[in-house]
């Protein structure tokens, strides 16, 4: 089934955003993909020829770049129907450590991150009177555990954050969803300090985890939901995943 909508994905160039973008462009979606690696986003443009994608370098955390990430999908298809904030980082560790560049990392990248993508392009849907923002999540916004204590404050956060967005803009068509996966085989252990802790978790992810395709597959379900239809947040974890 054909899905015929503009999609912005912040944090396109691996892993749930890259599997996310090949399944949306097989789908005949418009895109305009973003990451910092344009390189990557390159690659994934020649995949697909015939598909209408445009690509742009841009930061998350700069909310400038993210503003101009808007404009070009504007320009472009001169509507807006999804942004889904994918970027993210991870770089868990015991909060003894102390480890305030690592925190300040994920709050400029998980929480601003997602408010810079929401600030840009709420306006041009709340004057549309439609529109849906998706937010990578994780179980880890929905349950606390060792060692990740900052990273699942985060994520708490965005849960936070979405819902408000749900409650504030229900009456103006504007849907919001959050996506909590569980362990997903990314590259998002390679943002983990701990060399050893970080090897760990690759190799979980790899043994038992969500591919990134799984997880695409659910962010497309919540695309293409009629209007009337919003599915708020949806927790998708492995299996064997305990937590």
């Not at 404009?71 to 807006?80: E, H, N, P, V």
């Not at 904030?85 to 400029?108: C, F, H, K, S, Y």
């Not at 392009?121 to 204590?149: C, F, K, N, W």
Request: charged residues 20%; hydrophobic residues 45%.
């Amino acid at each position: 089934m054909t899905i015929n909508k503009v999609v912005i994905i912040m944090g396109a160039s691996s892993g749930i955003g890259e599997a996310t973008a090949h399944l949306l462009a097989e789908r005949g979606a418009k895109l305009v993909l973003a990451a910092r690696r344009l390189d990557r986003l390159e690659a994934i443009q020649a995949q697909h020829p015939e598909a209408d994608i445009v690509i742009q370098q841009a930061d998350v955390t700069d909310y400038a770049a993210v503003e101009a990430v808007v404009k070009t999908a504007l320009d472009t298809f001169g509507t807006i129907d999804v942004l889904f904030n994918n970027a993210g980082i991870m770089p868990t560790a015991p909060l003894v450590d102390g480890r305030r560049d690592e925190w300040q990392a994920m709050l400029d990248v998980n929480v601003t991150g997602v408010l810079n993508g929401i600030a840009a392009v709420l306006p041009i849907m709340e004057r549309q009177q439609s529109g849906h923002i998706i937010a990578t999540d994780s179980v880890a916004g929905h349950v606390v555990y060792p060692e990740s204590a900052v990273y699942c404050g985060t994520k708490f956060a965005v849960r936070a954050i979405m819902e408000g967005l749900r409650q504030e803009q229900r009456e103006n068509n504007v849907k919001s969803t959050i996506i909590s996966p569980g362990a997903v085989q990314t590259e998002l252990y390679n943002t983990i300090s701990d060399k050893q802790a970080a090897q760990a978790l690759h190799e979980a992810q790899t043994e038992w985890g969500l591919t990134s395709e799984d997880v695409a597959e659910a962010v497309v379900y919540a695309i293409d939901t009629p209007d009337r239809v919003s599915v708020s947040n949806l927790i998708i974890r492995p299996t064997k995943q305990q937590v």
